[in-house]
């Protein structure tokens, strides 16, 4: 029992001891805790403790006093903030510039370690932990001309200075990068963001290899659409930049702000590697490829829709394959090429299939070309610094809204930054027709110069058989000021064969940005007069007035028996309205008679389609009808009646030789009343009638 007691006894000393250790133990953790609660709360409040006390700026100088003689830079004390692990320079005025880039940085971040800061006071650039460039940007400048052996090497003997200053005292391998931006400034004066959202990490392997690999977004407000890697050799001065675009979705980008269209949607995929030597522009190397997959844009309200195509870029060679696009109904398709992307001089070769002129135009009301369509093969070369090139369209047609086509069209154009040139335009509309011309435009004087020129040849007519085999000639030259608007020109007409002269004429032209008169001066037909005022005329023709007076009708036929008629017949013809919609009024008066004259007033519709029609009413002497004609280049189809006293048609074919036929019917048809001078009531003159058809 004794025995049992003593080993209870010695338990009981040995958890008492215990007890004691613990209570030990628990003291001390209190303590530490409260002296570590302590020493938070006072770093915490140690910024607001130094700005209180006014102590904020010593120690600033402190801090800074071991690193101004490593930092390129000067800093501004009262945007230099301490924070609770974080130092941070605002407005440190890190800049390098040249007349072709320049580099910023307006914010840097400093981490250090509290403990080392503590056990080394001494050198406090020893206890950073990373820094972080907030904010930093590249501002790339347009210029006229950049001399060949421009270096930009300042602004790499900052990067380098900095990242191996940073080197010599501390274990800091890599700068942070944060929010960077890549900016084109213009000659107009604003920027643009070409790249944003940049953030990453500038390594520093030794003291002149510096690796760069970021995340950013290209032409567009989303993060992480492009990653880049990149190496900087500093002491050789060489480069190596790999862009990579995976599915890169450019919807929402803002390439409006560079061009006047707006990007709808669209991907890219692919990669771009960049090497340079000396850091000279022109000693840059560009390889890669990028696919361009369904894109589509809006330019001035016309969207153009399955944009596709391949880049492949090759030492600086660039090559745009299946390439292909819809603008409405129309279609484009082929390829362009660049022999050096750093002096670009573009190459392209377009299929074009339908494509609407207008599409290119601004939108708003419709115009007359509004509903045509041009096809043909479209060859394009530009380059840049001055601005310049050559558009030549080959093998085109033309598919006017009237059903017409111009075949065989061609077009050569040269521009520049201050003048546009069309050396050739030519044309050919149906068989016996063609148009060709040349013309020039001046920025800096506002001078449009154009010359045209068109013919048309006709066949045979038997009627007016002298117009067969005849060459009808129009030639047009006129200058237009664009700034005030004033035009000024002549014409001439002229209708001939070889050795066999019917007509010339040829008048002047005159007109504003409104409104065009056209004016007959001479002609060889004497009493010929004619004059014709258009309004609108650059978008939607309107004809305020036409007149033509005394046209020759008579030297067209040989007929004996027309030519008298027609020499003792004067002509009065008038028209107004708009082009698809002309209103006519026609008289033929007898000069030894006025009394003797026929009047027709109608409508003329479609007067450019191959198909046109004419309706109206039609006064012969004493009597009145209707008459509704359809006709073309090649036919003529009309009937006519006279209430219920005479009616008929006529065709006439002028492709066969016997192209005429038709058919007159009398029913107690009056002849008397119909063509005398005088109406008399129950004369016995009016009781006889006409019966019968007529066959031709």
Request: with cysteine; net charge positive; glycine share 6%.
């Amino acid at each position: 029992m004794e025995r049992h007691l003593k080993a209870i006894d010695r338990i009981s000393l040995k958890w008492d001891k215990k007890n004691q250790i613990f209570g030990l133990m628990k003291k001390i953790i209190v303590l530490f805790s409260l002296i570590i609660t302590f020493v938070g709360i006072f770093l915490i409040a140690l910024p607001s403790l130094l700005n209180w006390t006014g102590l904020a700026k010593p120690v600033k100088r402190y801090l800074l006093s071991s690193a101004e003689e490593y930092l390129p830079y000067s800093v501004n004390l009262d945007n230099f903030k301490i924070g609770l692990g974080t130092l941070s320079f605002n407005k440190v005025a890190l800049k390098s510039d040249n007349r072709r880039y320049s580099i910023s940085v307006n914010n840097i971040r400093l981490s250090y370690r509290l403990t080392s800061l503590i056990l080394h006071p001494s050198s406090p650039l020893q206890s950073l932990k990373s820094i972080t460039l907030v904010n930093p940007q590249i501002v790339i400048r347009a210029q006229k001309e950049q001399p060949a052996s421009a270096k930009s090497t300042d602004i790499w003997q900052v990067i380098q200075t900095f990242v191996n200053r940073l080197n010599d005292k501390n274990a800091i391998k890599f700068v942070r990068i944060e929010n960077g931006q890549v900016a084109f400034h213009r000659q107009t004066g604003d920027s643009l963001l070409i790249v944003q959202h940049l953030n990453g990490i500038l390594k520093a392997e030794t003291k002149d290899i510096i690796n760069i690999i970021l995340k950013g977004s290209f032409l567009s407000n989303q993060p992480d659409q492009m990653e880049i890697s990149a190496r900087f050799n500093l002491r050789n001065e060489q480069s190596r930049l790999l862009c990579r675009f995976a599915r890169y979705d450019l919807n929402g980008a803002f390439l409006e702000k560079f061009l006047p269209i707006k990007l709808t949607r669209g991907q890219i995929s692919g990669w771009l590697l960049m090497e340079n030597q000396h850091f000279i522009p022109d000693s840059l190397n560009i390889n890669g490829e990028l696919h361009f997959r369904n894109f589509a844009l809006n330019y001035k309200a016309r969207n153009i829709k399955n944009i596709q195509f391949k880049a492949v870029v090759s030492n600086n060679r660039l090559i745009v394959d299946s390439l292909s696009a819809r603008m409405g109904k129309a279609f484009v398709s082929g390829h362009a090429w660049v022999n050096d992307v750093l002096k670009p001089h573009l190459q392209a070769k377009l299929n074009l299939k339908d494509l609407n002129p207008d599409a290119l135009m601004a939108s708003g009301k419709a115009h007359w070309y509004s509903n045509a369509t041009l096809s043909g093969w479209l060859n394009l070369t530009a380059q840049p610094l001055p601005w310049r090139g050559e558009v030549e369209l080959q093998k085109g047609s033309i598919r006017l809204a009237s059903g017409k086509t111009l075949r065989d069209v061609q077009l050569n154009m040269h521009f520049s930054k201050d003048t546009l040139a069309v050396k050739k335009l030519f044309a050919r509309l149906d068989t016996g027709n063609l148009f060709n011309g040349f013309g020039i435009y001046e920025k800096s004087s506002g001078i449009l110069a154009i010359n045209l020129h068109a013919e048309h040849f006709t066949a045979s007519h038997r009627i007016f058989d002298r117009l067969s085999q005849k060459l009808h000639a129009l030639n047009v030259r006129f200058k237009t000021d664009t700034k005030t608007g004033q035009t000024t020109g002549k014409w001439a007409y002229f209708l001939t064969a070889p050795a066999d002269t019917l007509l010339q004429m040829d008048g002047q032209i005159n007109g504003d940005d409104k409104n065009l008169r056209i004016d007959l001066l001479h002609s060889t037909a004497a009493d010929c007069k004619a004059a014709l005022v258009v309004s609108d005329y650059l978008q939607n023709p309107h004809i305020d007035r036409g007149e033509l007076r005394n046209f020759p009708f008579e030297e067209f036929t040989s007929a004996e028996f027309l030519h008298p008629v027609l020499q003792r017949m004067s002509s009065d013809f008038r028209l107004s309205g708009p082009l698809n919609r002309l209103k006519l009024n026609l008289n033929f008066v007898d000069r030894l008679n006025a009394k003797n004259k026929v009047e027709l007033v109608a409508t003329l519709s479609n007067l450019f389609a191959a198909h046109r029609e004419l309706n109206g009413l039609i006064r012969l002497k004493n009597i009145t009808g209707n008459t509704k004609v359809e006709f073309g280049d090649d036919y003529f189809s009309g009937n006519f009646s006279f209430g219920d006293q005479i009616s008929g048609n006529l065709n006439i074919d002028f492709t066969h030789e016997q192209y005429l036929n038709g058919k007159v019917c009398f029913n107690h048809f009056n002849i008397i009343q119909a063509f005398s001078d005088s109406v008399i009531a129950n004369n016995f003159h009016f009781l006889g009638n006409i019966n019968g058809k007529v066959h031709l």
